[in-house]
């Protein structure tokens, strides 16, 4: 097989789906997988997979990302965000390929009060989802040699969304003023991993837009501006269990390892705005 087969899991979601968009421009083969192709859950299936293909590098974006949903089926959680990343690890590991594993600002808890770099002590997550997406970071980096990990927040792009939920939203939204972190777009998450990918620069990393941060009542009112929706927002107060109240993440791998960061989380979501066929002026 070419040397730069990649192979993606969770190929059809919001990372996923702008990987497929980014990286075939620029000379990457892909492999991509849904859950009915491969379930990360089926260890036999991602070692033949794995076997089968010897893809260079797996970029795991398979995950129950919906932090809701979680608390609800705390099994399904950990069976898919902790065992599935451990699946591909051993696998990855096996084939010699690298291993990027997809994480988020929710594996820190509701402790913070200031960015967290990647060098902050081991975090401590309250919900689920991030206890689960903790336990696949922890097994990645014990049990594949060459891994990345990637944490980024409040992403949008093609799917189920912040954004979306805007969009399709009527008169009235209800949004949490207490909740602080970073919006970020799938494609400026897509353009940080395809600058690790192939890069010996190993680790874990934050990746989430610049020019924040900003809580969700004021991301909000700015797709308010950037769309021109006639739509009435409501402050409320979240209550910290599904998400952390402060989750803000700082870049600061990316920028010690001289590489670049996200655009600015204004800028990223205007162009997005743009590709959806609005007209935002900022
Ligand atoms: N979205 C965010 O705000 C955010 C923020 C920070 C980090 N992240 C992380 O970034 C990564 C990608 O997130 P995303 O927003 O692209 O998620 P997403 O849109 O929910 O996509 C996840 C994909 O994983 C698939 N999947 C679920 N269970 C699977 C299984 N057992 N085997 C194979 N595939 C399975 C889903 O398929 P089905 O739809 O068919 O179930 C879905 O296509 C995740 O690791 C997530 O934790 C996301």
Redesign the pocket.
Known sequence: MSKNWIWI??????????LKKLLPGNGYHLLC??????????AADVQLYADMNRPVAII???????PALCEQNPE?AY???AL?ARNLAVAANRVGACLI??????VFGNQGTTPYNEFDPMPVPNSI?GKS?LA?ERYVSYLCARHII?????????????VDTFLRAGDELKVANNEIAVP?S?KE?AKVILSLLGSSNYGTYHAVCTGGPVTRYEYAEMLKKLTGKDIHLVPVLGDGSERPSYSVLDNMMLRISGMEEPKDWKEALSEFLTECGFHPTL
């Open positions: 899991t969770g190929a059809d979601g919001h990372v996923g789906s702008a997988t849904n859950q009915t192709d491969v379930d990360v859950t089926h795991n974006c398979a995950a129950l990302s919906n399904q069976n898919v965000n599935g594993q997809m994480s988020t600002d929710d989802y997406k696949g990637i944490r980024s927040s409040w992403v949008y792009g093609t799917g189920s969304d912040f970020t799938a998450l």
